[in-house]
């Protein structure tokens, strides 16, 4: 890492860098996040009880779409010709929450971390949204980088992440 901003000027004004003079390279970016809950509010969503439908499938939707909107959403972020975004969600052995994953892929001039953080929140997002008539007190946390290959910047893995346990669907 270079400790210098990239985002950042000279004279210390935000600006979008300039990808142009970069190869097009296959990226990959894998982000996680945890919605915890009551043990009675996650009961609905394992029994399909909730009263705004299946929660989990509209998450992903909005997941998926945020990723392809986040450029919208995030001032500097370049738009991108997206191929694939995946999010999943995975109980908690506790049975108090969800982990929530996503995996966004693209061939392009500029990684896609952003837009799996991106799809990474907004499902919790929505998750609260969909819950919070029986649950206000959730909380959303631990959302980071799991994961990102491609690009001149190389691979990165997170602190204490086996890329072996990463349970994304496949093509």
Known sequence: MSGKLSHINERGEARMVDVGSKADTARVAIAEGTILMAPATFALIETGQARKGDVIATARIAGIMAAKRCHELIPLC????????VVDFEPLADETGLKVCA?????????????????????????????????????????????????????????????????????
Do not use: F, W
């Open 103 to 171: 995996e966004v892929r693209v061939r392009g001039q500029t990684g896609v971390e952003m837009e799996a953080l991106t799809a990474v929140s907004v499902a919790c997002l929505t998750l609260y949204d969909m819950l919070k008539a029986v649950d206000r007190g959730m909380t959303i946390s631990g959302v980071r980088v799991l994961e990102k290959s491609g690009g001149k910047s190389g691979n990165y893995v997170a602190s204490g992440h086996d890329p072996a346990t990463a349970a994304t669907e496949q093509d």
């Open 78 to 85: 370049h738009p991108l010709q997206i191929t694939k975004v």
